[in-house]
DNA sequence: GCGGGTCCAGAGATCGATTTCTACACGCCC
DNA sequence: GGGCGTGTAGAAATCGATCTCTGGACCCGC
């Protein structure tokens, strides 16, 4: 019986080879009737054309990734999809990505830095164009070296680490750096806060070892320091970047009888919770004590009063980190980029007179 | 010159041959120590381990797909990231796709019939295990012959098609469906806000053509007819599934001057750019207007008064969906599963009594 | 001592598309 | 009419890992 000469089978997709039979050429034709590279005579082109639309052909992604050409794809490593955060720069890399030609491969972490190496390992065995990895960095030293390992190890094969919204892993390191200015809308906004003459301020939401943690705690010290301000460490509490923490962080302040003027909440979400902590034990916001946030999410408007917080361009952020890892031979010298953020002001820091 | 003899170049990665070739053993062994599911002498098997630590190698995904094992990949397709909506159903895919051992492709269409077409085929390449499609589907019977279409095509090539939020392809389709009973969530908050005296029931955010819609309005206007109450045509207002509409439907719809005790809003966006409004208007709620809204996403609680809505178990769609697709051999029973609904009585419906 | 079994490892085919490299026509000019 | 470009298409090698088939080494018992 002759191979490949009847219907393909069943159970399997077509080939190449069922369509060049069905086309009556050979396996080459078909693929310079796909690739459209290479002069193929017109009545062969159709021919072929018609044999893929009768067996509903679509190439072998694989095959052709395996033939030398670049894999098309850009990988998202973040720790956890729900946060509007990620969610909003995710949609910046999806969008780019989708202009590029390129698919998406999303991974998420929920805050384990070990499946952060465990995915990054898998996205190599993909071949990944680029591998996006979002979110603050552990300061310690084990997990920067692995991360400087694995830009070394992406960019021997020819891919791109790129680092949104997480310092720098160092001098050298083949590495794309998409940042916004996380320290100076903290110091903006702790400005912001003091000048309206609310000296006291608490910190909700400290998270030791986090970068971003830290860079906002930064912007926050300095702009004690510059207003001649002291601040009370009693004031700085620990926490994570959640609304459940906002909430009993704010409720134990409270009921420490602390004594504060305003909340600098560490993200928008920590905020809503102290919000609504705040609200449960009878605080006014803003007349006794004022809110702010940071992240801009869209929930920022919903919350009551509504948050003054801290804008970050997600979505940009997330085009930036394709743009500049699939061009990085066309800006060479923008591979570390800083984007601005802005406070925004709204009624949870607003005084009666304004 | 031996080939492949010294070390790996210096821009490629390595292969099994060059591990192979610096362990002194062949590429075969190299594979049986990879795949781990053939006798390896210990000795050996040590010697190749150190080759690849050594060289840092890493497999090729595409190699691998290519030589029939499957693939391990989950195709997601939403209209967009940014929803809270889709990012928890989002969050229940990943998670479960990464317990299944799969990685996870994202991509969105930005509720462009088109793109979903593209995308879906895009994945056909990719040799997807599964392609999980979700949010409402469009009415016309072009969309649904060529999703149809798709369904088969997939199952042939031994993937699957998944539709989560959506309604069934017809009767032999090889396809796996997720839904939520939403029809009866929306007869079931419409009767709650009738039983509490609100006779006078807004629907804020019809889009016609839309499956979600629809189904929500008939579960809407069959409440009113099984409590005798007549509904309105004129309080049921067109519109989309965002925040800004809801903000501007409700505007207009106070303008208006129409008569209505509560707003059933279609979203919990909707709902958010609603109460805004209603804020801005100065009408009260619950008091003067009770507002509802539909799919308890987190900002459900953030907004003010929080937010009565209809709790859909996101995470655990998304969690099904995969489940489901992939062992759909194990459950060829349940391959059209429907999950409960139910209503979350928050500020926003209350009466002062309550 | 030799057949028979077990254990381990190499050679080579294979997956599907691309990409040389090769070859056959045809038309044209000298 | 023979030589030569040009246009078109096939045969075969290639990518990297896996899988089958084959075969060498070694131990065992009779």
Redesign the pocket.
């Known amino acids: 019986m002759e191979k490949n000469a009847g219907a393909p089978s069943h159970r ?9 039979a069905r086309a ?9 009737v ?2 459209g ?9 159709s021919r072929v054309l018609r044999a893929m639309r009768e067996l509903d ?8 990734a ?4 670049a894999n098309k794809t850009v990988a998202f490593v973040v720790d956890d999809v729900t946060g509007p955060f990620y969610a909003h720069i995710a949609r910046g890399v999806e969008e780019q990505a989708a202009a590029e030609g390129r698919l998406c491969m999303l991974c998420t972490t929920h805050g384990d830095p070990q499946r952060v190496f465990a995915v990054v390992e898998t996205m190599r065995e993909q071949r990944a164009d680029a591998v996006i990895v979002v979110g603050g960095a552990w300061d310690d030293k084990p997990y920067q070296d692995r991360m400087t390992h694995f830009a070394h190890a992406l960019d021997r094969a020819g891919s791109r680490l790129v680092l949104v919204g997480r310092p720098p892993l160092g001098k050298g390191v083949p590495a794309t750096v998409v940042d916004y200015d996380n320290e100076g809308g903290a110091f903006a906004m702790t400005t912001h806060l003091i000048s309206s003459g609310r000296r006291r301020v608490a910190y909700l939401g400290r998270v030791p070892g986090l970068s971003t943690s830290s860079q906002r705690i930064k912007g926050f010290v300095r702009a004690h320091e510059m207003l001649g301000v002291s601040h009370d460490e009693a004031l700085m509490v620990d926490g994570t970047f959640t609304r459940s923490f906002g909430y009993q962080g704010m409720r134990e302040l409270v009921a420490s009888g602390a004594d504060f003027s305003a909340v600098f909440a560490a993200t928008d979400m920590v905020a809503a919770g102290a919000l609504q902590a705040l609200r449960e034990d009878g605080v006014r916001v803003p007349e006794d004590v004022a809110v702010a946030g940071y992240d801009d999410i869209p929930t920022a408007l919903d919350v009551y009063p509504a948050l003054t917080t801290v804008n970050i361009p997600h979505e940009e952020l997330g085009r930036a980190a394709v743009r500049l890892a699939l061009h990085r031979d066309q800006f060479p010298d923008s591979q570390h980029q800083v984007f601005g953020t802005h406070v925004v002001v709204r009624a949870s820091t607003r005084r009666s007179g304004d």
């Open positions: 399997e997709s077509s080939t190449v080879r069922d369509v060049a009556g050429v050979s396996a080459s034709t078909v693929s310079r796909l690739g590279t290479y002069p193929v005579a017109k009545e062969t082109r052909y679509v190439v072998n992604a694989h095959a052709r395996l033939g030398g050409a």
